[in-house]
Every structure is written in structure tokens, then in C-alpha cells.
């Protein structure tokens, strides 16, 4: 059935239903009685001298039958055919309808007329539109109420309104215009929400971007509310609404595309069908952002096969109830977008780059090189320039002297960068970037805060690989950092989330299989006493063997493994912290100290290589019950010994990949694209 027509048979339905409600409310001061269906008020049975009996013998018996409507849940239920016989035993004809334009003749009666719509009850007789100006409801009901209880006789009037509605009753009250006006809004609304429940089959919600279950909620949603409106009120936009539209036209702050929320309002004298159409594009529309914001556009995946983090879309009904009964709406569905404190200091940044002024003076100096003391060049004079170095009279302008060392490291400590006086990538990469550049990645950070759990835990562990440290946080403040080693492009350290639960001392390394069979094999075979002098043993299901009495070919490793024992040379060091997951990785100490003085620091097949790996431990063991600064420190030698975290003492592990990094000073330091993840979510983002 077409929209327009449901709507107007569902409008004809409830008028005639809120008249009769009108007509019930007006009938309550006396009594009520019931006469085959009819809604009477109880009256003496007094004979006016003025009555024509006669008059009442040759007028066909007549009954009117009016029904009160109830909210119809569905408009083609509401409006389908009664299948009840009518009075005088025949069947309706099938296709028989009424002609909403056609007005009956005042001066006939149709004992064969159409009856009502179905929603108003059957018809037994002639109904108040087809009854003659004048005729009177019948008195003469044999063998159904006593007499006293009949009701007295009234004309029935030419039109139907709450005027003509008034019983003969002279304490009956009549409908004010608060009742007329509050009956006449009430008809609006469920005109309206009929409305909307023809416009929940629309395609743009089909093809909103949801996947099937999301849209069967949001069509959910309005049918649990009886498709009654959320965002209009007579045809106009609620100041909710508004509130809303206006926080969603702000979404550029949020890191996210305002483009993509983009509500086009109707004019204030619109139809019902484009009112309730922009009811449901506005409720989508929201349930986008709160997906955008809360989850991300880009999905993980896409951008690299090692970023294993897995978002957590919103559910849209719970969206839109949420939003249904927050007070504060705007509020809520900001709420969506990440709770972390580092988030917020992104998006503060990237509303202040956006309203400060294009810097019109750029020196850019290539980053393909590294220019350190001594070296010449046309890089140099740039880099001069770039740091405001100025050349004295014996100085010769393109030479990278002492001076400009002296200013490049004051450069790199004043953006958290290793200050060796070396002007390398990251180095370059910093000098180049001016506000206006800055911001995709701003962007492009904010919208991997989206992938992170909105629960990092109260007390947890930031691995973050682009800056090569990590982080002990209590309460969103950091207290603990040190420097690590991560996997290089390679062997790539994973983005992921788990739970650490043991800290190991004095660990064994068991080797995986693809070093040991890529890396370790080769040398074994030309020399076989390499095993023993570097403290391996091999194992062949849980017996250690003599590695001089294996055969070792290129499928030695498919039977037998291979670990390094405890003590000095071990590659994990005195500890390692493990929170076990499909990937292997962990953190650990590492005998390769001088590692950690470098500024580019991917050297590992994977795991995570800890500096002051002790210090990290004490601070993390705080909470375990009966521990005390030094404790691990005294286990190590001998023999392996694991501690096993409490439930209560597990901490969260968050392997991170971030290249903005809020510091404690407000500013934001910028890391390098390691393993090329910010490139390619740039591309995805449509950033460049």
C-alpha cells in the first residue's frame, strides 16, 4: 500500500476513534449501561406528549456500534477487512471499501452500505455518517435491559464534533478547548507515528551501512516505543534535536569526518512522510557517530595483519535509548568517543592547530640522510636556517661544526628525542613538521585510540613500539617508564591486549622453532660443540639429550627443540614478564645492554626487550600481597622459579602502536612510522 494512502485510512480510523472517546467522556455522569454495543446513559423511561410512536414502528431498528481505538501497532493490521457477517447473515463482498471522499445522501438510508473500517467495530445498522439529520436511536431493544434502563431518544446530528456529542444530561460536562486541542494533538501524534513506521522499510536505512542485525535494532527501537517520535514535535525539530545536530556538525574536533553526519532538516511546512523520513535519517545518522566514534572507520585489519586489536561496535538500540533518556543528550553521545586521557590531549591539539595561522615561512631539509658534525653540504645551510644558526665571519655557512651539534641537540631535547647532536630521520622528520602538517597524524593516532579497550585497567603496562618505551600507568598518571627494544620490520611486534600472570626468574629461552630452524641450525651443523658453549641443551619430548648424538638435518627440529638454560648469556636475561598469548611475546631482561642507547630501537625477533628490567618488576609488584622492593633481585641464580599472579594481581598489557605521544608538559611528542602502520591508515582515512 502506498505510504500517503496508509496514512490517511490510519487518520480517518483514529478520528472517528477520538470522537467516540470524546462522546464516551461526555456520557459518565450518570451510570453507564451497554446496549448491544451501544454506550448509553441510564434515563427514566418518561413518554414526551411530543413523541410520535408511530414514527418509531416504520423506521428501521438501528444500533450504532462505536469502538475505542487502541495505538495500532501496525498500519496494514490496523486497516485490514473485517470477516465477521454482517447483521442480516451476508457476507461482505470481497473488494468492497469505503470511499473516503464520498458523502452519504442526508435523506436516505442504506441498509446495504459499506461498513466502517474494521479498526471501529462492525456495523449493525446505520452508522452516524450514513443515519438521516433527525433520526433517532432506537428505543424499542426487546428482551435486553428493563425498561427504566433505555435509552431515551435524541437526534442524531448531521456532523460529527464534540458540540453535538452532549447527552441530554443537564450535568454533563462539556469538552473545553484544552480536551478538543489535547485530542487533536494526540491524533497528530499517532498520524505521525504511523508515519515513521512506513518510512522504517526506506532504503537509506537498508543502506545506511549497517550490517542486518543493527538495522533490525533500530527498527526495534521504534516499534517498542510504538514508532512514537524522538526527535519532532508538531512537524518541528525538538531542541534535543538540535542540541545534537549541532554537537554532530562539530565532528571534525573528534577526529572524524563532519562530512559523514551531514542532517538536512525539513521546512516547517513538510508533509508527514518527509518529517518522519528525517526523523529516522537523524536517529541512522547518530548511530553512525556513535559507531565512527566509539569504534573507528577504518577496521585493523585493513591497515596490517600484525595490528590484532578487534573493535567493539555499540550496540543501536542500546545507542538510542541511551539517548531517549539521558538528560544531558549531547553528553551522551560524545560519551562514545574514547574515555583516555591521552585522546583528550589529542583532540585539544588538533583543535588548536586548526585555528592557528598558516606558518608562509617552510624550510625543509630531505630526510634521506643523516648529517652529523663534520659533514658539508646544501643540507646544512638548511639546517642553519632551520635552527636560526648564525654563521660568523670564520665560519664557512654549509659546514655542520660545533655550533650547529650544539643546536640540534638543544632541538632534540626540547621534543623528547634522544639528544646525541645527530641530525638523523626522526630527527629531520621533527624539524619538518609544522603545525598545519601535523594534523593527519594527530587524526590518524586518535582514530587508533578507537581499537584500544575503552578499559585499559587501573593499573596496567603501555608497551608503545613507535617511541621504544614503556609505561607502568596508575589511575591514567604515569608512574614509571623505561626504554625498550621491539621486533624489527621483519619480525614485527604485534599490537594486542592481554593480562600479564607470571614474572619468571632465572627463565629458561626455549627457542622457537623459526629461529631455530633458520638461524640456529646452519651453525650447528658446521660446528657442534656451538650448542654446549653457548648453554643450549636439547630436549627430545621431556629428556634432554647429547646434542653430538643427533643426526641434524633440515627436519631435526620437528622432533626435538632446543632451549638455552639459566645464567649469564641467556637471551631473556635474569626475568621475563609473560601474559600468554597466541603470538609468544613477551617482555624480558636481555644481556645486549648497549642496545638501548640507540634512538631507533627495532632489533628484536618479536619480544619485548626491557631496560632495568628489575626496576620495571618492583614497580609493577606493588599490589601483590606480601611483596617488598628487592625481592626479585635476591632470586636470581639456580634454578628457574615462576610467581604466579593472583586474580587480583593480574595487570593489563596494552602492546601499543602510537606516534603522538601527549607528554607531561601538554606538548606532543611525534615518533616515527616504524613498521609503516600510520601510512597506510593515513591512505585508508583519506588523510593524504
Not at 278 to 302: D, F, I, N
Not at 360 to 378: H, N, Q, S, V, Y
Not at 609 to 634: D, I, S, Y
Request: charge should be negative.
Amino acid at each position: 500500500m502506498h505510504h500517503g494512502k496508509k496514512i490517511f485510512l490510519g487518520s480517518l480510523a483514529l478520528s472517528l476513534a477520538m470522537a467516540s472517546l470524546s462522546l464516551a467522556n461526555n456520557l459518565t455522569e450518570e451510570p453507564e449501561t451497554h446496549i448491544s454495543g451501544i454506550a448509553t446513559a441510564s434515563q427514566p423511561d418518561t413518554k414526551s406528549p411530543d413523541r410520535d410512536e408511530s414514527a418509531l414502528t416504520e423506521t428501521p431498528e438501528t444500533t450504532l456500534k462505536l469502538t475505542l481505538a487502541t495505538p495500532l501497532p501496525s498500519v496494514e493490521k490496523a486497516l485490514a477487512p473485517e470477516t465477521a457477517p454482517e447483521p442480516d447473515g451476508e457476507e461482505p463482498e470481497a473488494g468492497e471499501n469505503i470511499d473516503p471522499q464520498a458523502a452519504p445522501d442526508p435523506g436516505a438510508t442504506d441498509e446495504n452500505a459499506a461498513p466502517l473500517d474494521s479498526t471501529l467495530g462492525p456495523t449493525l445498522g446505520p452508522t452516524l455518517d450514513q443515519a438521516t439529520p433527525g433520526q433517532t436511536l432506537p428505543n424499542d431493544v426487546p428482551d435486553v435491559l428493563p425498561d427504566e434502563n433505555r435509552q431515551s431518544t435524541a437526534p442524531i446530528p448531521d456532523r460529527l464534533s464534540p458540540d453535538t456529542l452532549t447527552p441530554n444530561n443537564p450535568s454533563a460536562v462539556e469538552p473545553g478547548p484544552a480536551d478538543l486541542a489535547a485530542s487533536e494533538a494526540e491524533i497528530r501524534e499517532r498520524e505521525f507515528a504511523l508515519a515513521i513506521e512506513a518510512e522504517t522499510d526506506r532504503d537509506f536505512i537498508r543502506g545506511a551501512g549497517f550490517e542486518r542485525k543493527d538495522r533490525e535494532a533500530i527498527i526495534r527501537f521504534y516499534m517498542e516505543r510504538d514508532y512514537a517520535s524522538l526527535w519532532f514535535k508538531e512537524g518541528l525539530p525538538t531542541e534535543d534535536a538540535k542540541a545534537l545536530i549541532a554537537r554532530i556538525e562539530k565532528a571534525g574536533d573528534d577526529g572524524l569526518d563532519a562530512a559523514d553526519y551531514k542532517i538536512d532538516l525539513p521546512p516547517a511546512d513538510a508533509g508527514l512522510e518527509r518529517v518522519a523520513e528525517a526523523e529516522l535519517r537523524l536517529s541512522v545518522t547518530l548511530l553512525r557517530y556513535a559507531r565512527h566514534a566509539q569504534a573507528g572507520r577504518a577496521l585493523p585489519a585493513k591497515i596490517s595483519e600484525n595490528i590484532k586489536l578487534k573493535p567493539v561496535y555499540p550496540d543501536p538500540q542500546s545507542v538510542l535509548v541511551k539517548l531517549a533518556t539521558s538528560d544531558d543528550k549531547v553528553a551522551a553521545l560524545s560519551s562514545y568517543n574514547p574515555p583516555q586521557k591521552a585522546y583528550r590531549a589529542l583532540r585539544a591539539e588538533l583543535i588548536r592547530l586548526r585555528a592557528s595561522p598558516v606558518d608562509a615561512k617552510k624550510i625543509f631539509i630531505p630526510e634521506d640522510d643523516t648529517l652529523a658534525e663534520g659533514m658539508r653540504g646544501e643540507s646544512i645551510l638548511r639546517l642553519r636556517e632551520r635552527l636560526n644558526v648564525p654563521v660568523l665571519a670564520d665560519e664557512e655557512a654549509n659546514l655542520f661544526d660545533e655550533t650547529v651539534k650544539s643546536a640540534v641537540r638543544a632541538f632534540q631535547a626540547e621534543n623528547h628525542l634522544i639528544a646525541d647532536g645527530i641530525a638523523g630521520p626522526r630527527t629531520l622528520a621533527a624539524m619538518n613538521g609544522d603545525n598545519k602538517s601535523r594534523i593527519p597524524d594527530i587524526i590518524a593516532n586518535m582514530e587508533m585510540w578507537r581499537w584500544v579497550s575503552r578499559d585499559m585497567g587501573e593499573l596496567h603496562v603501555q608497551a608503545n613500539i613507535p617511541s621504544f618505551d614503556i609505561t607502568v600507568v596508575k589511575n591514567e598518571e604515569e608512574i614509571h617508564r623505561t626504554r625498550v627494544v621491539v621486533g624489527t620490520t621483519v619480525n614485527q611486534t604485534p599490537v594486542f591486549s592481554d593480562e600479564m600472570e607470571y614474572v619468571v626468574v632465572n627463565p629458561y629461552w626455549n627457542v622457537p622453532y623459526s629461529i631455530a630452524s633458520k638461524e640456529l641450525l646452519p651453525i650447528i651443523r658446521s660446528n657442534p660443540g656451538y650448542v654446549e658453549n653457548k648453554n643450549y641443551e636439547v630436549v627430545a619430548g621431556n629428556r634432554v639429550i647429547n646434542p653430538t648424538s643427533v643426526k641434524w638435518g633440515d627436519d631435526s627440529f620437528k622432533s626435538l627443540r632446543i632451549r638455552q638454560r639459566p645464567g649469564s648469556g641467556n637471551a631473556l636475561g635474569d626475568v621475563k614478564f609473560l601474559f600468554p598469548n597466541q603470538y609468544s611475546i613477551y617482555f624480558h631482561d636481555t644481556p645486549s645492554k648497549s642496545l638501548f642507547q640507540k634512538a631507533a630501537r627495532a632489533f628484536s625477533h618479536g619480544c619485548v626487550r626491557v631496560h632495568n628490567p628489575f626496576e620495571f618488576g618492583n614497580v609493577l609488584m606493588q599490589n601483590a600481597k606480601g611483596w617488598r622492593p628487592g625481592r626479585l633481585q635476591e632470586m636470581v641464580g639456580g634454578e628457574e622459579r615462576w610467581i604466579k599472579l593472583q586474580d587480583d594481581e593480574k595487570i593489563e598489557v596494552h602492546l601499543t602502536y602510537f606516534t603522538a605521544i601527549p607528554e607531561r608538559d601538554g606538548s606532543i611528542a611525534f615518533k616515527g612510522d616504524v613498521y609503516g602502520h600510520y601510512a597506510q591508515l593515513k591512505r585508508e582515512l583519506g588523510l593524504i
